[in-house]
């Protein structure tokens, strides 16, 4: 009897260590420890035994149904923690399914990109309203009413002295207001010109604009900080001119230019055989535009920039078509990753 209580113990925990599922566990269970199963069928067969051998192998019996039901127990935990794949289930070699994964608009990347040269020298973030009145976007600006250089900003009128912002300028002014000197702010956002769409023309477009007023600021740190900037995002070797232009708003005013980074200054179809690229307008802000905002002229001085975002990103990225920016073809977007 008790060699036979072994070879059935032998037997059970072979099949139980082989199982390869809970459905097979539960089989084994049924097989050995069930109503009718083999461990139960010896326990039946005790009655018959001479007395002096009953309890010895009952207790034997009783302990056999324990081991075995700590083995079938130990088994199921073993197979949760490690399921068994079956080998037809799945190749686990191949590579995993990637999701798709967005990316920034070129346009957004280059605002981005532009506003962290400036974040590094100690500017912060400022925006405003693209809807703006006449004072804001003209009239603070030194740009009076019946003055022509008001045909340089054509606007998109609304109505009642609401219009369309035509640069980010008048943000300059609302900060202004309500704020004192000393800051250094750069501004990006959306301005509006009712220009017919072509290849460097849209209706809407971006701009980034800077301001820095304080304490005796001079065109020297206006030099200085768009130097930094320029050279910075285009290369730390390209050249920075400087050209006299005319603004209301500042005075001094320039135009700067950066030698081109395609030809190296030499003269391509880029730069249209010039050798240099026109970047942004600049100066220094005018007097008139501290007395609007009620700050005294006398005491304070400052420097204005402003550029265009789409033409910086064209330039930077090789892109002819201003309209791909607005198409959202994926194709031209998934290229700024
Ligand atoms: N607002 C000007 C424009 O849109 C750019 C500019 C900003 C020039 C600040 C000088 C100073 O053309």
Same mark, same amino acid.
């Given at each position: 009897?008790?060699?036979?209580?072994?070879?059935?113990?032998?037997?059970?925990?072979?099949?139980?260590?082989?199982?390869?599922?809970?459905?097979?566990?539960?089989?084994?269970?049924?097989?050995?420890?069930?109503?009718?199963?083999?461990?139960?069928?010896?326990?039946?067969?005790?009655?018959?035994?001479?007395?002096?051998?009953?309890?010895?192998? *009952?207790?034997?019996?009783?302990?056999?149904?324990?081991?075995?039901?700590?083995?079938?127990?130990?088994?199921?935990?073993?197979?949760?923690?490690?399921?068994?794949?079956?080998?037809?289930?799945?190749?686990?070699?191949?590579?995993?399914?990637?999701?798709?994964?967005?990316?920034?608009?070129?346009? &957004?990347?280059?605002?981005?990109?532009?506003?962290?040269?400036?974040? *590094?020298?100690?500017?912060?973030?400022?925006? *405003?309203?693209?809807?703006?009145?006449?004072?804001?976007?003209?009239?603070?600006?030194?740009? =009076?009413?019946?003055?022509?250089?008001?045909?340089?900003?054509?606007?998109?009128?609304?109505?009642?002295?609401?219009?369309?912002?035509?640069?980010?300028?008048?943000?300059?002014?609302?900060?202004?207001?309500?704020?004192?000197?000393?800051?250094?702010?750069?501004?990006?956002?959306?301005?509006?010109?009712?220009?017919?769409?072509?290849?460097?023309?849209?209706?809407?477009?971006?701009?980034?604009?800077?301001?820095?007023?304080?304490?005796?600021? &001079?065109?020297?740190?206006?030099?200085?900080?768009?130097?930094?900037?320029?050279?910075?995002?285009?290369? =730390?070797?390209?050249?920075?001119?400087?050209?006299?232009?005319?603004?209301?708003? &500042?005075?001094?005013?320039?135009?700067?230019?950066?030698?081109?980074?395609?030809?190296?200054?030499?003269?391509?179809?880029?730069?249209?055989?010039?050798?240099?690229?026109?970047?942004?307008?600049? *100066?220094?802000?005018?007097?008139?535009?501290?007395?609007?905002?009620?700050?005294?002229?006398?005491?304070?001085?400052?420097? =204005?920039?402003?550029?265009?975002?789409?033409?910086?990103?064209?330039?930077?990225?090789?892109?002819?078509?201003?309209?791909?920016?607005?198409?959202?073809?994926?194709?031209?977007?998934?290229?700024?990753?």
């Amino acid at each position: 009897m008790l060699d036979k209580i072994n070879a059935l113990e032998a037997e059970a925990k072979g099949e139980i260590k082989a199982a390869g599922d809970s459905k097979a566990l539960d089989d084994l269970r049924t097989k050995y420890l069930g109503r009718k199963g083999l461990v139960t069928e010896l326990l039946g067969t005790i009655a018959s035994l001479p007395p002096e051998d009953k309890p010895r192998l *009952g207790k034997e019996l009783n302990a056999l149904k324990t081991r075995l039901d700590e083995t079938l127990r130990s088994r199921q935990t073993e197979l949760s923690r490690s399921p068994v794949i079956p080998k037809d289930f799945a190749d686990l070699t191949l590579p995993g399914f990637s999701p798709p994964s967005g990316s920034k608009h070129p346009l &957004t990347k280059t605002i981005d990109d532009i506003c962290s040269i400036f974040l *590094g020298m100690g500017f912060k973030v400022v925006e *405003g309203p693209e809807i703006e009145t006449e004072f804001y976007n003209f009239e603070a600006l030194n740009i =009076a009413l019946d003055h022509p250089s008001r045909d340089a900003f054509d606007t998109f009128y609304i109505k009642n002295q609401y219009l369309l912002r035509s640069h980010t300028s008048p943000v300059q002014v609302r900060f202004m207001e309500t704020e004192k000197p000393p800051f250094k702010i750069i501004v990006p956002g959306r301005v509006y010109r009712p220009d017919a769409v072509d290849a460097s023309h849209s209706f809407m477009f971006h701009q980034v604009e800077g301001l820095v007023v304080g304490d005796g600021v &001079t065109f020297a740190d206006l030099k200085g900080a768009l130097s930094v900037f320029l050279r910075g995002y285009f290369g =730390a070797d390209v050249k920075v001119r400087f050209r006299p232009h005319y603004f209301p708003f &500042t005075e001094p005013s320039a135009e700067v230019d950066v030698s081109c980074f395609i030809c190296g200054g030499k003269g391509c179809s880029v730069c249209g055989r010039k050798g240099w690229l026109e970047i942004l307008g600049c *100066g220094m802000v005018h007097p008139n535009v501290f007395k609007a905002v009620k700050y005294n002229p006398e005491k304070v001085t400052g420097f =204005a920039f402003g550029m265009g975002v789409e033409r910086i990103a064209m330039l930077k990225y090789g892109i002819n078509d201003m309209r791909l920016f607005f198409e959202n073809d994926m194709r031209f977007l998934e290229q700024f990753r």
